[in-house]
């Protein structure tokens, strides 16, 4: 296919349902919250939807009935069902990869079949959770030895994107529940600082290093495994022997695992139809188990599991990723919103913002369609957040007064894992007042009543009509963070499919990789190089090259 070939289908902009979208915006997307709600009192009640253990509260978007059954039939007329189907029955929908997407299999139950090419792949998943648990308990157990005997206290995972923002962002919010004998690090960054602070305090001969690369060729991921070997193998004398006791790996790469030096035998594999980033329940997820023991790892592939079911069935006026995906199409093709901030008022979710910023814009940043035709559309928003109430002394300013539109994921729980005092009460409360601080603001009338100088009553009116979602589960528990990744996980395939791209390649990450290669070698050489970039990169690196010291 050439860049003139015309697409198959209808672009998405040309399609009936998109134009009466536009036409019902024009009507309704300036309407005020406030009166959103005045013309319905009980929609705090009815635009709100429940699956799996979560609580989805929409109704602070700026949405009515026609709103939502118009998204409904565009998501009709972009063939969502039979995408979601197609996912599910393991078709090669990353079309650009030609691959399955099959991240759903991760979580299917025993006896379920999910064929991939003549093959059930759903025994494979469960004979590597099996050797994972049985790993997982020798170690937690204290039956796994390292080199000279003493059991595993440290377990550091080395890996970086979907091999490291699952893993750790699984680990702090399972930390409630993790082994606390056990010290958990997660090393990612090619800058040393990360290998050299995750292990200064450790002991070499206690601790256990999980290699995690899907293709275990990453550059990042390599330089720390050799860092983690020549660290490891300086306790024992040089014995390589010592490597087989202290690491193992998790690929889908045999070949390159056994070409580091890691005996295949400690290598836990997935599949090329899960994505680095739809991978923290595959054996990605091997520390999470190390933390949290295989029967709550089983609990957390529940949810996910719950979610899926519920995904795939439930009709889309009260099947939450539907519903979110479909929100986030109108707040970003309508409203021109185009940031969302993830909030979640739990301390254990703290990387959870981080963890989606990859899971969204590496899989809905793009802008051809999946024909290669440039879109005429917005298409993956920017994701970003911090927990609350840290954030309230942050950024919230610019939400509540700034410019820019900006959605906001709302995420809490109703029982505290931390009780101290009211402070639990406290937190939710930040949560509820903040959102309803955003939908319905403060007017002039209202800020001039308080008595305000005159002056001042234009710096302290709060616009309002900044929408939300809540999103509230009763416990963080391993099946609550399940169904809650799977939640967003579904609603960027939501997305993917109304924008028609492929949300499960990422080429957009493959330039600065190959430009990183040619430019390490030209600051490495002694002799000074011969530099073809522009002026701006030659100078840099000349720069760089003429003042580091060594
Ligand atoms: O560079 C992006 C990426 O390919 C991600 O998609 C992936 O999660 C990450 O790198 C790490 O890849 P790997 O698991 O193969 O080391």
Partial sequence: MNDRTPPARPGLTARPQWRALQAHAERCAQLHLREFFAADPARGERLAAEAAGLYLDYSKQRVDDDTLRLLRELADAAGLRERIEAMFRGERINTTEHRAVLHTALRAPAGVVVDVDGVDVVPEVHGVLARMAAFAERVRGGEWKGHDGRPVRAVV?????????????????LRHYSRRELTFRFVSNVDGVDFVEATRDLDPRETLFIVCSKTFTTLETLANAHAARRWSLAAFGGDEAAVARHFVAVSTNAQEVAKFGIDTANMFGFWDWVGGRYSMDSAIGLSTMLAIGADA???????????????????????LPALMGLIGVWNTNFLGLD????????????????YLQQLTMESNGKSVTRDG?????????????????????????????????????????????APLG??????????????????F?????????????????????????????????DRLTPHALGALVALYEHTVFVQGAIWDIDSF???????????????????????????????????????????RSA
Avoid at 158 to 170: K, T, Y
Avoid at 339 to 354: D, G, I, N, T
């Fill in 339 to 354: 940031s969302v901030a993830v909030l979640p008022y739990e301390q254990y979710l703290k990387r959870f913002p981080a």
């Fill in 505 to 547: 390649d990422q080429w957009g990450v493959e330039l600065g990789k190959a430009l990183a290669k040619t430019t390490a070698a030209e600051l490495a050489g002694k002799e000074e190089p011969e530099l073809a970039h522009d002026s701006s990169t030659n100078a840099l690196i000349r720069r760089y090259r003429a003042r």
């Fill in 422 to 439: 009211d402070q639990h009460d406290l937190l939710i409360a930040n949560l509820f007042a903040q959102s309803e601080a955003l939908a």
């Fill in 373 to 417: 035709v440039r879109v005429d559309y917005a298409t993956g928003p920017v994701y970003w957040g911090e927990p609350g109430t840290n954030g309230q002394h942050s950024f919230y300013q610019l939400i509540h007064q700034g410019t820019r539109g900006i959605a906001c994921d709302f995420i809490g729980f109703c029982d505290a894992l």
């Fill in 441 to 473: 603001g403060k007017t002039a009338d209202e800020v001039r009543a308080e008595g305000t100088p005159a002056a001042l009553v234009p710096h302290r009116v709060f616009e309002g009509n900044r929408p939300s979602s809540t999103i509230l589960a």
């Fill in 297 to 319: 790892f089983g609990d957390l592939l529940a949810g996910f599991r719950a979610m899926d079911e519920h995904f795939r069935h439930a009709p889309f006026e009260r099947n």
């Fill in 157 to 173: 995972n080395i890996g970086i994107g979907g091999s490291d923002l699952g893993p750790v962002m699984a680990y702090e919010a």
